[in-house]
């Protein structure tokens, strides 16, 4: 298995824009992550999916932001409009039983 | 809400010296998880502990779970430069269903 894939792995966006970032989970895998990641507030959890059923969305920050996993294989992060204080790496991770994370290499977002 | 707090952030000592960095929590954790992450990547697994009072060793590196499964410490010993890099401590909560929470990670640099 090619681990966890996202995509892009880097984003250069201006205020107010639509950003998605994408997730390929590692097949099998039951549990998938949505974590950011800043120097200042470290890795915060998202948003958390079970068997593509979102179980946990309190650590969503705005309406702004949105998640979806229509199937097992693939899951979407948007958010619409973006900001400046989005910037970020964005992490998923998946996992098999909610433990021991695999995580994806990130996706570097700069809102300009 | 769960909240694991690491330290020091920040860790620079010479190499060959030995070196604990530390987990705590007010919460119980049902395993304990510590990841290891470089620039440019995502967390990579190192270990979990599972039972209170449980140490592992993985080569240099030794972990030890709390008795009371709410603390975790990480000891090296002889760092080597490689060991370079963002520990992360993460708490599994006691429902299999518990999001997987992340601390903010202890900053080590081994200098040469």
């Known amino acids: 298995d090619a681990g966890v894939i996202q995509s892009p792995r880097h984003e250069v966006t201006e205020m107010g824009q639509e950003v998605t970032l994408r997730c390929k989970p590692i097949?099998?895998?039951?549990?998938l992550f949505w974590y950011r990641q800043t120097m200042m507030r470290g890795l915060e959890l998202l948003i958390y999916?079970?068997?593509?059923?979102?179980?946990?969305d309190s650590g969503m920050p705005e309406d702004r932001f949105s998640a979806k996993m229509p199937n097992a294989s693939f899951s979407t992060l948007k958010i619409q409009p973006s900001e400046p204080r989005d910037s970020a790496v964005y992490f998923c991770?998946?996992?098999?039983?909610?433990?021991?994370?695999?995580f994806g290499q990130g996706t570097r977002l700069t809102v300009v | 809400t769960q909240l694991l707090e690491q330290s020091p952030q920040f860790l620079s000592i010479q190499e060959g010296e030995n070196l604990t960095v530390y987990c705590n929590s007010s919460?119980?954790?049902?395993?304990l998880q510590w990841y290891r992450q470089e620039p440019g990547e995502g967390p990579v697994l190192l270990v979990t502990?599972?039972?209170?009072?449980e140490v592992k060793k993985l080569k240099r590196l030794t972990f030890q779970f709390g008795d009371a499964r709410k603390d975790s410490s990480l000891h090296i010993t002889a760092a080597q430069p490689g060991d370079t890099g963002l520990y992360l401590c993460?708490?599994?909560?006691?429902?299999?269903?518990?999001?997987?929470?992340f601390g903010k990670g202890t900053r080590l640099h081994i200098l040469p």
């Open positions: 502990v599972v039972t209170g009072g």
């Open positions: 999916f079970n068997n593509n059923v979102p179980i946990d």
């Open positions: 991770a998946s996992s098999f039983f909610a433990a021991e994370a695999f």
């Open positions: 919460s119980v954790f049902s395993s």
């Open positions: 097949s099998g895998h039951d549990y």
């Open positions: 993460a708490g599994v909560g006691r429902n299999r269903d518990d999001k997987i929470i």
